[in-house]
């Protein structure tokens, strides 16, 4: 069982392009969830699943999309990326919502120029 | 909206005990987790607290008391590989399944 995956593990993007990042759970856990953390900071909510074919918004959405088509993917894509994009971003799962635990991804770390 | 308080770094000597602590101020608080990070890696889960009171797992316990907004995590007989990140974070009632998470407490064991 691999759990939940993301890819690419790092990428260095120019300002302006389009790029979507993956995330895969095998868990068939309804909740999936995007955080970027910045460096010394904690977690911050980016956008929100709490189940297939439902999408919400975190506490930082603006210049990100995300959609759930399945219980398993959750991809989210920088329509135009900026440089205060740059971040690691991390993809995690829980199995309902709010009160269970949450297994996050290895992690994405993007730059953007 | 939440504001959730952790000391940003500690340091503490191999074999000793610690004490990282959060407070929070919530409304509709449902309960508090605890995650260990490490640098470089995800965030993994150590512990939630619900109810008032302690809960222990091995060298790691967690302390909640939901009256004061105040939790703590406690790591016993510390080890070096227990170096890490340790972020609090604070789900809400119908908050549609967020948890939000404060900036976390950098540990440095030393020997």
């Known amino acids: 069982i691999a759990g939940i995956t993301q890819a690419p593990t790092s990428q260095i993007l120019a300002a302006g392009r389009r790029m979507t990042l993956r995330c895969t759970q095998d868990m068939r856990h309804n909740a999936m969830y995007w955080y970027r953390q910045d460096l010394g900071l904690g977690l911050r909510l980016i956008h929100y699943s709490n189940t297939a074919g439902t999408t919400g918004k975190g506490e930082v959405p603006d210049g990100y999309s995300v959609s759930r088509a399945n219980t398993d993917d959750f991809p989210l894509t920088l329509a135009s990326a900026v440089p205060s994009q740059t971040s690691v971003y991390f993809c995690?799962?829980?199995?309902?919502?709010?009160?269970?635990?949450?297994?996050f991804g290895p992690g994405t770390r993007l730059t953007v120029l | 909206g939440q504001n959730i308080d952790q000391p940003t770094e500690m340091t503490a000597t191999e074999g000793a005990i610690v004490q990282i602590n959060c407070t929070y101020q919530?409304?509709?608080?449902?309960?508090l987790f605890w995650y260990q990070q490490h640098a470089g890696e995800a965030p993994t889960f150590l512990s939630y607290?619900?109810?008032?009171g302690l809960e222990e797992k091995g060298r790691f316990s967690s302390f909640l008391s939901r009256s004061k907004g105040y939790s703590y995590l406690l790591l016993k007989e510390l080890q070096m590989k227990d170096s890490a990140s340790y972020l609090c974070?604070?789900?809400?009632?119908?908050?549609?399944?967020?948890?939000?998470f404060g900036d976390g407490t950098t540990l440095t064991v030393k020997p």
């Open positions: 995690a799962s829980s199995e309902e919502g709010s009160t269970d635990t949450q297994y």
């Open positions: 607290n619900v109810l008032d």
């Open positions: 919530t409304s509709g608080f449902n309960g």
């Open positions: 974070a604070v789900s809400q009632r119908g908050n549609a399944g967020k948890s939000t």
